[in-house]
T-cell receptor, first 113, second 110 residues
Framework: ETGVTQSPTHLIKTRGQQVTLRCSSQ?????VSWYQQALGQGPQFIFQ???????GRGNFPPRFSGLQFPNYSSELNVNALELDDSALYLC????????????FGSGTRLTVV | GDSVTQMEGPVTLSEEAFLTINCTYT??????LFWYVQYPGEGLQLLLK?????DKGSNKGFEATYRKETTSFHLEKGSVQVSDSAVYFC?????????FGAGTILRVKS
């Protein structure tokens, strides 16, 4: 079975720009969660998508938004980038109702300059 | 809200030494508990988990026991290897999300 794949692996953006990160979930998984991992810190929950709808959100502003597609893949969009948005963004897929079955991707390293 | 506290690192050990990484949690309910490992340049891999009090999770020589009375889930390994060098994260389930600790860097010297 394929795991979770994320693209791109690295990205450099300028403050104020917009960025889209992509995630393909593991085969058989129908739920996608996004996490932000700042340097030297643990991952922080951004939001989760299930059945193409947002299904829970962490303490992140509305300029962080997402989509889930019928094939369960997902996008994370961040508008009006700030320097503090520089982080590793991790996508995790799971099967709804199985909270301990998360599979993480390798992440996208975003640098905002 | 729920939270996880891990011992600060880095933890530096010689090969074959005994490892303990402390983890305590605060939660209103009875969460599942996890240890994840992150190797340089990679995402998170689930190392082990425990879903109820007194459960012991184990994998690749690592163990952790869910202690409700002390709200702890300490990670142990009897004999570490250089290949165990990584960042270790303790986490709990809070509804549909995971809450992570800040991570502990482990460095194993040969």
């Amino acid at each position: 079975e394929t795991g979770v794949t994320q693209s791109p692996t690295h990205l450099i953006k300028t403050r104020g720009q917009q960025v889209t990160l992509r995630c393909s979930s593991q085969s058989g998984h129908n739920t996608v969660s996004w996490y932000q991992q700042a340097l030297g810190q643990g991952p922080q929950f951004i939001f989760q998508y299930y059945r193409e709808e947002e299904n829970g959100r962490g303490n992140f502003p509305p300029r962080f938004s997402g989509l889930q597609f019928p094939n369960y893949s997902s996008e994370l969009n961040v508008n009006a980038l700030e320097l503090d948005d520089s982080a590793l963004y991790l996508c995790a897929s799971s099967l709804a109702g199985h909270s301990y079955g998360y599979t993480f991707g390798s992440g996208t390293r975003l640098t905002v300059v | 809200g729920d939270s996880v506290t891990q011992m600060e690192g880095p933890v530096t050990l010689s090969e074959e030494a005994f490892l303990t990484i402390n983890c305590t949690y605060t939660a209103t309910g009875y969460p599942s508990l996890f240890w994840y490992v992150q190797y340089p340049g990679e995402g998170l891999q689930l190392l082990l988990k425990a879903t109820k009090a007194d459960d012991k999770g184990s994998n690749k020589g690592f163990e952790a026991t869910y202690r409700k009375e002390t709200t702890s889930f300490h990670l142990e390994k009897g004999s570490v290897q250089v290949s165990d060098s990584a960042v270790y994260f303790c986490a709990l389930s809070d509804g549909n999300k995971l809450v992570f600790g800040a991570g502990t860097i482990l460095r194993v010297k040969s």
